[in-house]
């Protein structure tokens, strides 16, 4: 595929949400696209960009990392919680603690993530 013939076609895809942050070789060498919308740089090869393609950070296909979790927790707990173990997946056990009375209890990422939380 010829530079023009990618640039049409990541346009068309794209709609503008995505912007390409290195130059274009050839359809198997990766390419860095910026998602304004997530504001992540992810790599890419030319030929897997289609319809159906997911992109790692905000279509949650991508495994996050433990000091992700961690301040995704304190995030959304305005640090009322904290997590105390190594994030694996999203459906293990894993230790929390509430930083108010010091109460540790183990959940699901899933479950906490819906809103449930300690009752003490």
Known sequence: ????????KFNNLTK???????????ENTEIKIYHKTCTKTFKIKPKDLNNKT???YCSHNRKITT??????VKRL???????LDEYKNNCTKYKYKHNTCGHIFEMVPRNFNKG????V
């Open 116 to 119: 449930e939380k300690v009752h």
């Open 16 to 26: 503008g949400l995505y912007t390409i942050q290195s130059e274009y070789i050839d």
């Open 54 to 56: 997911k992109y790692p």
């Open 67 to 72: 000091v992700e979790y961690k301040e995704r």
């Open 1 to 8: 595929m010829e530079k023009e013939e990618f640039l049409e």
């Open 77 to 83: 707990t305005n640090g009322e919680y904290e997590f």
